[in-house]
């Protein structure tokens, strides 16, 4: 079955920048555009990079400049470089397709801390 583990969350000071990773299975990863997606306590789950094939990438406005999805289908993982990290980037970090849905199977999502 699909499964997407998730890691590379930890506690940063703002400014600072972490590198999320996804390992995927179970799916033909290469088939399908993918994305991260964040929650926050007490917010909704908000799509925040995507991919599309190799190289198409797409950004909510928060993110911009300071957030690069890429993949390597080759290992089927999804990656997230986070730079200039402010503490409004608090929240958990999943990875799923680019058009999944609240019912659609998640991994554990990753935690990332920003705080001094």
């Known amino acids: 079955q699909v499964q997407f583990v998730e890691s590379g969350g930890g506690l940063v000071q703002p400014g600072g920048s972490l590198r999320l990773s996804c390992a995927t299975s179970?799916?033909?990863?290469?088939?399908?555009?993918m994305g991260w997606y964040r929650q926050a306590p007490g917010k909704q789950r908000e799509l925040v990079a995507t991919?599309?094939?190799?190289?198409?990438?797409g950004y909510t406005d928060s993110v911009k400049g300071r957030f690069t999805i890429s993949r390597d289908n080759a290992k089927n993982t999804l990656y997230l470089q986070m730079n200039s990290l402010t503490p409004a980037d608090t929240a958990v970090y999943y990875c799923?397709?680019?058009?999944?849905?609240?019912?659609?199977?998640w991994g554990q999502g990753t935690q990332v801390i920003v705080s001094s």
């Open positions: 799923n397709k680019m058009t999944a849905s609240k019912s659609d199977y």
């Open positions: 179970g799916l033909i990863f290469s088939s399908y555009s």
């Open positions: 991919v599309r094939g190799s190289d198409i990438t």
